[in-house]
């Protein structure tokens, strides 16, 4: 059974060991059992998964994952905390600690290793300075999961669930969601946390669709009109793209794909969603180039 997860137990490890916080590595330990129980069930982990585990610290959550799942792989950046999880899981005989930096892993190789090739479900408790990073890379660089289960800074879960008109929507929330379904489980406070971060936190489920949400011509030039309207969000959806060094259409080439997408002059990026971004996208993949032009 678990011995983590409450602050008794895991200072009187932080202590055995001398450990220090390190700031630069996002360090915040999970101190309730609560919390962890519903991250576990809100990730659907059972004896048939292998789970990727990102930062498992002193071995918390991993802990409750390795009652739950048939497998789990755990990547770690700090050298100081692999002693620590050396005792702390000695009673599992299903977790293997992979001490690396998990932007630099390839995940592929991981779900080959202890999963067959078959998709593995991500659970984390992530540190918070690459949650972006993190995120968009399994995502985007098609790694083997059907999904993703993690304790993110509240703010950037608004972020990611937000829809067109919210203040939180942007290029963020367009990207996820072409990938994924977002799903906010919980909302978390700073005290089931040692050391209490300075923001709040939630627990977010993405879960990576079979299709991507729309169909493009040319998605990296969809994502390209999705950045540069929300870089400009005060300006209208036109002027914003007209703007922008990476759109390289002349302004009335713009303002036809605008209107073939049935939207008027005025209309802001904020307000659309991914179907009219693919829309756009699709005109203008084939229409010609023009020099930049110069910013208004
Ligand atoms: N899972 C533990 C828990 O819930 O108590 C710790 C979570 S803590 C928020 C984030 C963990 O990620 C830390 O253990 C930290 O050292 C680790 N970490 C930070 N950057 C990392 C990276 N690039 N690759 C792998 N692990 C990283």
């Given amino acids: 059974m678990p011995t983590l997860g409450n602050p008794r137990n895991t200072i009187e490890i932080i202590q055995k ?33 292998c789970v990727l585990e990102i930062g498992p610290g002193i071995g918390t959550m991993t802990q409750y994952l390795a009652e739950s799942a048939g497998r789990v792989a755990a ?3 700090d050298a100081n905390l692999i002693p620590i999880l050396q005792e702390t899981l000695a009673e599992y005989d299903n977790i293997t600690v992979i001490h690396a930096d998990i932007l630099k892993v390839d995940i592929g190789e991981i779900a080959r290793a202890y999963n067959g090739g078959r998709p593995l479900k991500v659970v984390a408790n992530l540190p918070y300075y690459i949650t972006t990073p ?36 942007g290029a963020l929330s367009l990207a996820v969601r072409y990938y ?19 923001v709040g936190s939630a627990v ?31 300006k209208t959806l036109l002027n914003g793209l007209n703007n922008a060094a990476d759109i390289p259409f002349p302004k009335e080439t713009l303002a036809a794909a605008v ?12 307000d659309l969603g991914l179907e009219k971004f693919a829309e756009l996208a699709d005109y203008l993949a084939g229409q010609e180039s023009g020099p930049p032009a110069l910013p208004e």
Avoid: W
């Avoid at 700031?23 to 809100?42: C, E, S, T, W, Y």
């Avoid at 977010?204 to 400009?232: G, H, P």
């Fill in 17 to 49: 060991y001398g450990f220090s916080f390190q700031k630069k590595f996002g360090q915040n330990f999970l101190i309730d059992p609560h919390v962890l129980d519903k991250i576990i069930r809100a990730a659907g982990v059972t004896k048939e998964d």
């Fill in 204 to 234: 977010l489920r993405l879960t990576r669709r079979r299709e991507n949400a729309v169909q493009t011509k040319d998605r990296e030039l969809m994502f390209r009109l999705i950045r540069a309207s929300f870089n400009q969000r005060r």
């Fill in 134 to 169: 993190i995120i968009m890379g399994l995502l985007e660089g098609n790694a083997p999961v059907d999904s993703i289960t993690v304790m993110v800074q509240k703010e950037v879960a608004e972020r990611i669930q937000a829809g067109p008109g919210s203040r939180d929507y």
């Fill in 180 to 198: 994924a379904e977002p799903y906010l489980v919980a909302n978390v406070p700073p005290n089931c946390f040692i050391p209490r971060p300075n």
């Fill in 75 to 77: 990547v770690e950046i």
């Fill in 259 to 270: 209107k073939a997408a049935g939207l008027p002059d005025n209309v802001r990026g904020e």
